[in-house]
Every structure is written in C-alpha cells, then in structure tokens.
C-alpha cells in the first residue's frame, strides 16, 4: 500500500505593487539655500524669528514690569509703612515677590506679543517673494512692502491717531529697509542671484550673466 506523498506547499502570494503613478506624482519638497533668504528656509527663519522676538520682548518686559510693580507695591503701602526691623525684612520681601511676578506677568505678555508680530512680518515678506516669483526677486523690496503692512496692521490694531500710527510708520519702513539691504548683503556674498543688483550691471555696461562665483 503505496503512501500519499506531502502536498507541496505554494509559494505565498506576492503583495500587491504599488501604484506607481502615486509615487511618481508625489515629490518630497526641497529648499535651495542658495536661493533663500538667509541660506534658511521659510518655517527656519520663522521659528528662529520667533523664538528671537520672544526672547528681546520677555526681557523689555521683564525689566518695564517688574520696576512698574514695585512702584505700584510701594504706592499701595505708603500709608503703612513698617516700623520695626523684622516689619522691614517681610516688607522687602513682599516688595520683591511682586516685583518678581509683575516681571515675570509683563515678559510673558510682551514677548508673544514681540514674537507674533515678528512673525507675521516674517509671513508677509515671505508672501510677497512669493507673489513676485523667481529667486533673484526676493530682496530689499519684498521686505520693506512687509514692513509697512505689519506697521500698518500694528497701528490699525492698537488704534493709534494718525500722527502715532505715521511716526510707527516711518520707523518700520526705516527697520524693513535696513533689515532687508543687511540681507540682501549676505545673499550677495553667498553668491544669490539679486534683481535690482543685475540691473544695474546692465545698465552700466557690465551686463554679462551674473553667476555663482562657487560654481565650476
């Protein structure tokens, strides 16, 4: 009586290709440094812009709050002064506590409030070299149209008179001015293509391609 032979087992099934057209369609982004501000991309800048404002605000804020509440502590306790060593000790003590936490209230405050608007003139700026295209194109210009818009809004939101709101004006078309020629002097250096800067090599008679001069 003859023994059934083992089956042999079928190979498993292999899983199912993917579709290649999604992979083909989807491309990871990538950033140029050589054609962004700074040599940082957008969300780099954003967040060290940020964390930076927050840091100058807190301290401003932690300096103006903490003189304001010892001022308003000592105002408070005029009328009741201590008058004894150990009366002194717990009223120094008390004055510093407030002084503290005022400090520490007002710098919290102002640097987000410092760290919001920094970033929001940085998404402006960041709007208009977008809307105004190619590399080259990201200059001095984008930044100062963003700096007078975010003067513009932080005037409109604080409801400053007109003479308050043209003075903050001045001054941040003054600040986007400077930051954006500071800028563009680093862009240079790392060899960014810059608009108004081939322009003026056209027109006086040195218009020949302006390239990196890194590159082979």
Do not use: C
């Not at 043209?166 to 790392?190: C, E, H, P, W």
């Amino acid at each position: 009586m003859s023994t059934p032979s083992p089956s042999t087992p079928s190979p498993s099934t292999p899983p199912a290709p993917r579709n290649p057209s999604l992979l083909s369609s989807y491309r990871k982004p990538t950033t140029n440094p050589k054609t962004e501000r700074l040599s940082l991309p957008p969300n780099t800048r954003m967040t060290l812009g940020f964390g930076t404002a927050f840091l100058v605000g807190s301290g401003l804020g932690l300096a103006n709050g903490g003189t304001a509440a010892g001022m308003r502590f000592r105002a408070e306790n005029a009328h009741r002064l201590p008058t004894s060593q150990q009366g002194w000790y717990f009223y120094h003590k008390s004055k510093n506590y407030h002084t503290l936490l005022g400090g520490a209230r007002e710098g919290g405050l102002m640097g987000l409030k410092v760290g919001l608007w920094v970033t929001a003139f940085l998404v402006m700026e960041e709007a208009v070299d977008q809307s105004r295209g190619a590399g080259r194109n990201k200059d001095f210009l984008s930044t100062l149209v963003a700096a007078a818009a975010t003067s513009g809004a932080f005037s409109a939101w604080n409801r400053f008179p007109i003479t308050t709101a043209a003075r903050t004006a001045k001054m941040g078309v003054k600040i986007g001015l400077g930051y954006g020629l500071l800028q563009d002097g680093f862009s240079y250096l790392q060899g960014r293509r810059l608009g108004y800067v081939e322009l003026v090599r056209s027109l006086v008679g040195k218009g020949e391609e302006y390239r990196d001069p890194s590159l082979p």
